[in-house]
């Protein structure tokens, strides 16, 4: 089963507004990866997060690999209608090659 | 470059039947990774390809199977299908560092829609 607890499950902003979604977890991971999947369609990388503490920036995207590598964060900011969709943190243990953890995933809805 | 490709898109079979699904990685990215994902259990890891040889498995039943070839396309193969076996199916591809081993960012397909009746 799934190691990620992914909060919070959706979220529902005004046009504008500043968006925070985190991933937690109980086991130590190498690598964070956050994704953004549309329906019918596979998952698009939006950042990659390899060292503890990192902070990582994708135009109005802002991702951080946890100190303690048990977790992570994604905020946007400024968020459009575009901006629509399920936002998925994935990880990455170590020794554990291509296989990643994904969390439940984060539905967001943009009103304009 | 071109990104990851899965065929077919969309199918429907019956239970009882079996079915081939094709991939082909980013160029350059000789690991293929497989995900089956549900509504109820979202995205799992079924298996891991690289240089041929399967490198990690999910938990998944024997029916579930992959190979993968010299040019580092991909095919995942199920048995028997089963009702349950309704999903969304991802391919996925990653650089691997040569002599380091580091994986790099994982790609995902757009996958196939399998429909078991």
């Known amino acids: 089963g799934q190691q990620l607890n992914q909060s919070p499950q959706s979220m529902f902003i005004q046009e504008g507004e500043d968006v925070s979604m985190n991933c937690t977890s109980s086991?130590?991971?190498?690598?964070w990866l956050w994704y953004k999947q549309d329906p019918g369609e596979g998952p698009v990388l939006l950042i990659a997060?390899?060292?503890?503490?990192e902070l990582t920036s994708n135009g109005r995207l802002t991702a951080q690999f946890g100190i303690t590598r048990k977790d992570s964060f994604l905020n946007i900011s400024a968020s459009i209608p575009s901006d629509v969709g399920i936002y998925f943190c994935a990880g990455r243990l170590e020794a554990s090659y291509g296989k990643l953890t994904f969390g439940q995933g984060t539905i967001l809805t943009v009103h304009p | 470059k071109a990104g990851v490709t899965q065929t077919p898109r969309y199918l429907i079979k019956t239970r009882g039947q079996q079915v081939t699904l094709s991939c082909s990685p980013i160029?350059?990215?000789?690991?293929v990774s497989w995900y089956q994902q549900t509504p109820g259990q979202g995205l799992q890891f079924l298996f891991e390809?690289?240089?041929?040889?399967?490198?990690n498995k999910g938990n998944f039943p024997g029916r579930f199977s992959g190979r993968q070839f010299s040019n580092s396309r991909s095919e995942m193969n199920v048995s028997t299908l089963e009702l349950g076996d309704s999903a969304l199916y991802l391919c996925?591809?990653?650089?691997?560092?040569?002599?380091?081993?580091?994986?790099?960012?994982?790609?995902f397909g757009p996958g196939t829609r399998l429909t078991v009746l």
């Open positions: 997060l390899y060292k503890a503490g």
């Open positions: 390809y690289f240089s041929e040889t399967q490198r």
């Open positions: 160029s350059g990215h000789r690991s």
């Open positions: 996925a591809s990653s650089f691997v560092g040569f002599p380091t081993g580091a994986y790099n960012e994982q790609f």
């Open positions: 086991s130590i991971f190498n690598t």
